[in-house]
């Protein structure tokens, strides 16, 4: 079943704790408090979650498991895909950001053979031009897998550049179908918490074609990008 409306804009996790603040959310399970914690995790003090400023899609889900339930702040929602693998989830930009971390929640222990064993991730400009830029193999996992970005970006630097992110869900445990997938996020530095003081806005508009052609592996600058010529 095609996903047509799998657009977030909205990040929940920040309304779950406004609510629990409020003691408006008593009711609150222990999943979603926890994920409340995880976001609040000393190593991502310095960053700020991007997710909800992108709209997502997947190839394919069963009814209950889509796009909504893999945006849940609870890592007891899952998106369920219900088709032929390759997996995918497709989270489009409104403009050029600089990704700093990019992880995925995976639960063996609940999923078994529905877990994923090789991810491969890709991103672009859009989704014409996607190139892997990682690819992730493992057993077993449990809780949330952080996706290489070592060399992605200009000069080396582990900052990836894109409109476009891609996972494809390659493989399953015990070669299983369907994939479970819990939860992704995806980081940018978070200019408001810098030591300066001030916080840094980075304009698109001034961003050279120079850059744009290094901060995405395998992105060749187009013939009207360049130089204007008088004939």
Known sequence: MPEISGVSIADPSNGLEEMIEDGELDSATEEEIAALEASKEPSLSHLREISPLASWTVSTYKPGCGVEALRSPSTSQFWQSDGPQPHLLNIHFFKLVSIVKIRVYLDFELDESYTPTRMIFLAGMGMYDLTEFAEWVGEGPRGWVDVGLEGVGKGGENVLMA?????????????????????????ARDGRRAGTGRRKIEDDRDVKSEELQEGIIGLEEADWMGEPELR
Request: proline share 0%.
């Open 163 to 187: 409109m476009v992110v891609q996972v494809r869900v390659c493989e399953n445990h015990q070669n299983g179908k369907d994939t479970h997938v819990r939860g992704v996020q995806i980081f």
